[in-house]
């Protein structure tokens, strides 16, 4: 499941969330109650917002072992660098 920030302009805080990414938190009284918290100060229908956050990217490349290539600028014929083909 991924982790969401919320943020509330009436009260200037920032939230943590884990919940799936078809489920939508629009106020200030659903995101303390999803994460169990009280609401504080804060009336329950103020708006929150899903801050926008950067993702772990894996490249394809990086999960193969490759390798490295010949040292001559090419596959050296037969094999004789010690890479075959």
């Known amino acids: 499941m991924p982790t969401y920030d919320y943020y509330c302009d009436a009260n ?3 939230v943590e969330v884990f919940h799936p990414m078809n489920e939508l938190i629009s106020n200030w009284g659903e995101l303390c109650s999803k994460v169990n918290r009280p609401l504080g ?28 290539a010949c040292q001559t600028g090419g596959c050296c014929p037969g094999g004789s660098c010690g890479f075959n083909e």
């Open 12 to 14: 200037g805080e920032k």
């Open 41 to 68: 100060d804060t009336a329950g229908n103020e708006p929150v917002r899903r801050l926008i956050s950067s993702a772990a990217v894996i490249s394809s490349t990086s999960l193969v072992d490759s390798e490295p």
